[in-house]
């Protein structure tokens, strides 16, 4: 029913609310207004000034600092060209200073409309033009110079190779001219009288030592010089290891002269070369420090072991040098021996050591100026000014000179034509076109125009950064005189507002306390009120201003109306209310499981007969209305019904009472009455709690059955495991393996082994010995064999048969490999267990003999429908049980075609043939020493072979002699790949 409102008074004179509101805004909105013209006015002054700062002064400021920053990274970058040591970092740093170069361009562009004076613009254009200028020169002057320092490093380089075949032509010369020396005086000698017999021989020994000497020195200095460039850390140890040698053999042939009261010259040079190996910081220390370094303290490093070089190669020239002068004084001093003793000599005698003294000191005079050239050009290639250049072309140009002479002197003697040009070609690299010293001159000539075009550019950006400078403190002048005015205006519109504002807060405080309060607020709190307790249910609350004419009085009439209203509504809803619940209350009677409903405050509101049964058989549900969760189940604990409580009554109530307070948990109750119920509980919105109680005591029996059944067929299975290998089981119960009779062709290997002498150790052994042992021996070789992933077949007594690739397979080669593996790891533990079966009594180790074979093979299920056995026949079997059956005891076998798939990774002896029963033509086999990365055997035994190389080194067996040879034979292939390699 609607009721309608009361008739109001009439209100033609009277305002309303929003009348007054809208004359008391009116006056604070004008105020507002006067208080704003005054604000803008000061403002209009304020975004002058800051235009002015914004537009000119700032833009200004802020291009200045772009520009002394760009133009210190400029200057900062330009001698990082002088710091690059190759083209390839010259050209990265060139980019760099390029984009640097490029952006002080654009900046100095943009700031042409920012600096209010032109003039200043163009100063600054003009300077960094020159600056653009100056950087291009450096930049081609330091790329002019890296290009000559790689020339010069590469001369060098082929310097070296030069110099080192130089020395591999003049050393057999050398050597043959002292030979043919000694054979032709030993021939004219045994006509000679016994005191000139005596003389030449102890010459001989003398020259002799005097070129073990040299050769020794020799090799230290190769060692040494290989030493100074190698990349390699290993190459780097076994160099050392040389060195040491060649150090301990020449100490010892310095060992005479150590009585003298002077050492000889070269002997003092000698020891001087080997410290470069023996000192404390010697060159393997600095080379394994510069290899282990990284940047700029690698390239430190590698500068520093260039000079050592520089400085080995100057004292081992020297020592040359002076060595050929030890040597040729002792040939002299050997003539005017031999001339005194042998006055009554024939003049074949004289005429030999003529000819063979100015032949050999010819020789040795050439091979030590050749030295002396190479220590030339290694001095001047490093010299650090022009000026000091002509002194060393000077000296090259006079050994140069001596060098030709005594090419003239030795023409014809020697026969040899490689001498003439390996002569030549040192001296090419001090004389003619793109000689050494041009390179040089022509480098330190471009280092000195960077220097001084790097110099230029500092200075010009010098002069950019105090023009910058200049812009930058005018700039912050003109802001800081803007900065005043907009103070001063900013100032006086302050105590405006503060004025206008005074008296718009001392209105708004009129309007809200003499009319807003008293008028607005404090009725509509009454009725805010009235409202607040007529929907808490009081419907007998009074309405309060009524009696007004405005908006208030409507809105107490519409509340009043609202009032009844609700009265009616309220007796309606009560009939309803009583109906639902007696409807609610059959439906949730019907259930079949048991149903509960608890409320916010965890008391039971609801609940059906099934849950009564459950937990208060012996009382009414309304009488346990009203209770809480805890206290129906401890009330149930008191009754016995929980099977799950007994003994931890405590726990349970705990367990129950998490559960019941989430919002969704499931769990089983087990009771005392032997019945299973499953409890499901939710939460409602309003934190209700709602649960359902269902009876699955016929599903757990079943249950139970069902677990009872798998537990016998587990231990079936299990027990049928011990009889398949586990490859074939897994498939079986997978259901890859159907059980029925097929088979494929596969490549497999195929193992077989047996223990040697088995028949004779039946006879040694009582019945439960050998059953104990054979137990466990076939025991750990079953365990490697899974651990590999094999298949076993079968055993045959002693014997096992082993495949890999079925069921599984690796591919052809990692299953071969794998096998193999096996059969070593088979063989060490039989070793092992000889040791322990010692320990207890067997004296005589089990010794076994294994054979290997790749190949194709019938693999499947053989037999009948009733029994079936699944195994591998074919050719490839045959093969293995042939070749263990040939193989030595201890010995494992493999055919040819599994050596090609493992011979990767494994070490095996050279190939034999055998010829076995059943195989008309012969099989090539090997035999399996070890794995590859077994150290101990490859100490023993080296076997490579590729494109081109076989290598096959027995060293256990091989004598000292065998040694000496072999090292000789490498050291020669060593140098001819050298030497290909430089043509």
């Known amino acids: 029913m609607t009721k309608s409102l009361p008739p109001r008074k009439s209100a033609r004179f009277n305002l309303m609310i929003n009348g007054k509101l809208f004359l008391a805004l009116s006056f604070l909105a004008g105020m507002s207004i006067v208080a704003g013209i005054i604000a803008w006015i000061s403002f209009d002054h304020v975004s002058s000034s800051t235009e002015e700062i914004t537009m000119h002064s700032l833009p200004?400021?802020?291009?200045?600092?772009?520009?002394?920053?760009?133009?210190?990274?400029?200057?900062?970058?330009?001698?990082?060209?002088?710091?690059?040591?190759?083209?390839?970092?010259?050209?990265?740093?060139?980019?760099?200073?390029?984009?640097?170069?490029?952006?002080?361009?654009?900046?100095?562009?943009?700031?042409?409309?920012?600096?209010?004076?032109?003039?200043?613009?163009?100063?600054?254009?003009?300077?960094?033009?020159?600056?653009?200028?100056?950087?291009?020169?450096?930049?081609?002057?330091?790329?002019?110079?890296?290009?000559?320092?790689?020339?010069?490093?590469?001369?060098?380089?082929?310097?070296?190779?030069?110099?080192?075949?130089?020395?591999?032509?003049?050393?057999?010369?050398?050597?043959?001219?002292?030979?043919?020396?000694?054979?032709?005086?030993?021939?004219?000698?045994?006509?000679?009288?016994?005191?000139?017999?005596?003389?030449?021989?102890?010459?001989?020994?003398?020259?002799?030592?005097?070129?073990?000497?040299?050769?020794?020195?020799?090799?230290?200095?190769?060692?040494?010089?290989?030493?100074?460039?190698?990349?390699?850390?290993?190459?780097?140890?076994?160099?050392?290891?040389?060195?040491?040698?060649?150090?301990?053999?020449?100490?010892?042939?310095?060992?005479?002269?150590?009585?003298d009261k002077v050492e000889p010259p070269f002997v003092v040079l000698g020891k001087a070369i080997l410290e470069f190996g023996s000192r404390t910081d010697n060159v393997f220390m600095a080379r394994k420090k510069a290899l282990g370094a990284n940047g700029q303290l690698r390239q430190e490093l590698d500068a520093r072991l260039l000079q050592e070089f520089n400085f080995l190669k100057s004292a081992h020239a020297n020592f040359q040098k002076i060595f050929a002068v030890a040597l040729a004084g002792s040939l002299k001093n050997l003539d005017e021996a031999a001339r005194k003793e042998t006055a009554s000599s024939t003049e074949a005698l004289s005429d030999l050591i003529d000819i063979g003294t100015n032949k050999l000191y010819s020789l040795l005079s050439l091979r030590a100026e050749g030295n002396l050239i190479v220590g030339i050009l290694s001095e001047a290639a490093n010299v650090g000014d022009i000026a000091s250049l002509q002194p060393f072309r000077e000296r090259f140009q006079a050994s140069s000179g001596r060098v030709k002479e005594m090419l003239d002197e030795l023409a014809g003697q020697t026969g040899d034509g490689d001498l003439h040009n390996a002569t030549f070609r040192l001296l090419g690299f001090g004389a003619g076109a793109n000689n050494l010293f041009d390179i040089r001159q022509t480098e330190l000539a471009n280092q000195k125009r960077a220097n001084a075009a790097l110099g230029a550019s500092r200075a010009i950006a010098l002069r950019l950064n105090r023009e910058v400078a200049a812009q930058v403190v005018a700039a912050r002048q003109r802001s800081a005189l803007a900065a005043v005015?907009?103070?001063?205006?900013?100032?006086?519109?302050?105590?405006?507002?503060?004025?206008?504002?005074?008296?718009?807060?001392?209105?708004?405080?009129?309007?809200?306390?003499?009319?807003?309060?008293?008028?607005?607020?404090?009725?509509?709190?009454?009725?805010?009120?009235?409202?607040?307790?007529?929907?808490?249910?009081?419907?007998?609350?009074?309405?309060?201003?009524?009696?007004?004419?405005?908006?208030?009085?409507?809105?107490?009439?519409?509340?009043?109306?609202?009032?009844?209203?609700?009265?009616?509504?309220?007796?309606?809803?009560?009939?309803?209310?009583?109906?639902?619940?007696?409807?609610?209350?059959?439906?949730?009677?019907?259930?079949?499981?048991?149903?509960?409903?608890?409320?916010?405050?965890?008391?039971?509101?609801?609940?059906?007969?099934?849950?009564?049964?459950?937990?208060?058989?012996?009382?009414?549900?309304?009488?346990?209305?009203?209770?809480?969760?805890?206290?129906?189940?401890?009330?149930?604990?008191?009754?016995?019904?929980?099977?799950?409580?007994?003994?931890?009554?405590?726990?349970?109530?705990?367990?129950?009472?998490?559960?019941?307070?989430?919002?969704?948990?499931?769990?089983?109750?087990?009771?005392?009455?032997?019945?299973?119920?499953?409890?499901?509980?939710?939460?409602?919105?309003?934190?209700?709690?709602?649960?359902?109680?269902?009876?699955?005591?016929?599903?757990?029996?079943?249950?139970?059955?069902?677990?009872?059944?798998?537990?016998?067929?587990?231990?079936?299975?299990?027990?049928?495991?011990?009889?398949?290998?586990?490859?074939?089981?897994?498939?079986?119960?997978?259901g890859k393996n159907q059980g029925d009779i097929n088979s494929r062709r596969k490549k497999l290997t195929i193992f077989f082994s047996d223990i040697v002498g088995f028949t004779e150790i039946t006879e040694r052994f009582e019945s439960e010995d050998l059953t104990r042992i054979l137990n466990q021996y076939l025991t750990e070789m079953s365990n490697i064999a899974l651990a590999h992933g094999a298949t076993i077949d079968k055993y045959v007594g002693d014997a096992i048969v082993i495949f890999f690739g079925d069921p599984e397979s690796l591919g052809v080669k990692e299953d071969a490999t794998a096998c193999v593996k096996m059969a070593l790891a088979m063989k060490k533990r039989l070793q092992e267990l000889n040791e322990e079966w010692f320990e207890v009594g067997i004296k005589k180790p089990l010794q076994c003999r294994m054979g290997i074979n790749t190949g194709y093979c019938t693999v499947g299920n053989?037999?009948?429908?009733?029994?079936?056995?699944?195994?591998?026949?074919?050719?490839?079997?045959?093969?293995?049980?042939?070749?263990?059956?040939?193989?030595?005891?201890?010995?494992?076998?493999?055919?040819?075609?599994?050596?090609?798939?493992?011979?990767?990774?494994?070490?095996?002896?050279?190939?034999?043939?055998?010829?076995?029963?059943?195989?008309?033509?012969?099989?090539?086999?090997?035999?399996?020493?070890?794995?590859?990365?077994?150290?101990?055997?490859?100490?023993?035994?080296?076997?490579?072979?590729?494109?081109?190389?076989?290598?096959?080194?027995?060293?256990?067996?091989?004598?000292?002699?065998?040694?000496?040879?072999?090292?000789?034979?490498?050291?020669?292939?060593?140098?001819?790949?050298?030497?290909?390699?430089?043509?």
Request: hydrophobic letters at 40%.
């Open 485 to 734: 005015h907009s103070g001063e205006v900013v100032e006086t519109g302050k105590y405006l507002l503060i004025i206008i504002a005074s008296a718009s807060i001392l209105t708004a405080l009129f309007v809200m306390f003499a009319f807003v309060r008293p008028l607005i607020i404090r009725p509509l709190e009454n009725i805010t009120d009235a409202m607040t307790r007529l929907a808490a249910g009081d419907i007998d609350v009074r309405i309060p201003s009524r009696q007004r004419n405005d908006e208030i009085g409507h809105m107490a009439d519409a509340l009043a109306v609202f009032r009844d209203t609700a009265v009616e509504i309220q007796a309606s809803n009560h009939k309803e209310i009583e109906e639902g619940q007696k409807r609610l209350a059959s439906a949730i009677e019907s259930i079949s499981e048991g149903f509960s409903f608890y409320d916010a405050n965890d008391k039971l509101a609801v609940c059906n007969s099934v849950y009564r049964r459950l937990f208060f058989p012996d009382q009414t549900a309304q009488s346990q209305y009203g209770r809480t969760f805890e206290e129906i189940m401890r009330q149930a604990l008191e009754r016995g019904a929980i099977e799950d409580a007994t003994g931890r009554e405590e726990d349970w109530v705990l367990e129950s009472l998490d559960n019941h307070f989430k919002d969704s948990s499931s769990y089983v109750q087990r009771r005392t009455s032997g019945r299973w119920i499953l409890v499901n509980e939710r939460k409602t919105e309003d934190n209700s709690t709602v649960a359902v109680y269902s009876d699955i005591t016929k599903i757990k029996r079943q249950e139970a059955a069902i677990a009872e059944q798998s537990s016998s067929l587990e231990r079936l299975s299990n027990q049928l495991a011990k009889y398949l290998s586990p490859q074939v089981y897994a498939s079986i119960f997978e």
């Open 862 to 983: 053989f037999g009948s429908s009733e029994r079936m056995d699944y195994t591998v026949i074919g050719k490839g079997v045959n093969i293995a049980s042939r070749l263990e059956s040939s193989a030595k005891s201890g010995e494992i076998r493999i055919s040819h075609e599994t050596y090609a798939n493992v011979k990767d990774e494994i070490l095996c002896g050279n190939e034999f043939e055998v010829t076995v029963k059943g195989i008309k033509f012969p099989i090539a086999t090997y035999e399996v020493l070890s794995e590859r990365g077994d150290v101990s055997n490859n100490l023993e035994v080296i076997h490579e072979e590729f494109q081109n190389v076989k290598l096959d080194i027995n060293l256990k067996d091989m004598s000292s002699t065998g040694r000496q040879k072999t090292r000789a034979l490498l050291q020669k292939v060593l140098v001819q790949i050298g030497e290909d390699g430089e043509d």
């Open 60 to 259: 200004e400021i802020d291009v200045a600092l772009q520009l002394a920053e760009m133009s210190a990274q400029i200057t900062s970058a330009a001698p990082d060209l002088m710091a690059d040591t190759n083209l390839l970092e010259h050209r990265k740093t060139v980019e760099d200073l390029v984009v640097k170069a490029a952006n002080l361009s654009g900046l100095i562009d943009v700031a042409e409309s920012v600096i209010e004076e032109n003039k200043n613009w163009m100063k600054l254009k003009g300077i960094e033009k020159e600056l653009a200028r100056s950087l291009d020169s450096l930049k081609k002057d330091v790329e002019s110079k890296l290009i000559k320092s790689a020339e010069r490093e590469t001369r060098m380089r082929n310097l070296n190779r030069a110099h080192h075949s130089f020395l591999l032509i003049t050393e057999p010369l050398i050597d043959d001219a002292v030979f043919d020396f000694v054979m032709e005086g030993e021939k004219i000698s045994s006509t000679s009288k016994r005191s000139l017999s005596a003389l030449v021989t102890n010459a001989t020994e003398n020259i002799k030592e005097f070129l073990d000497i040299r050769a020794e020195i020799g090799q230290a200095e190769d060692i040494l010089s290989e030493a100074f460039f190698t990349d390699s850390q290993a190459r780097l140890d076994v160099l050392r290891g040389e060195f040491a040698g060649v150090n301990k053999n020449t100490n010892a042939m310095f060992a005479p002269f150590d009585g």
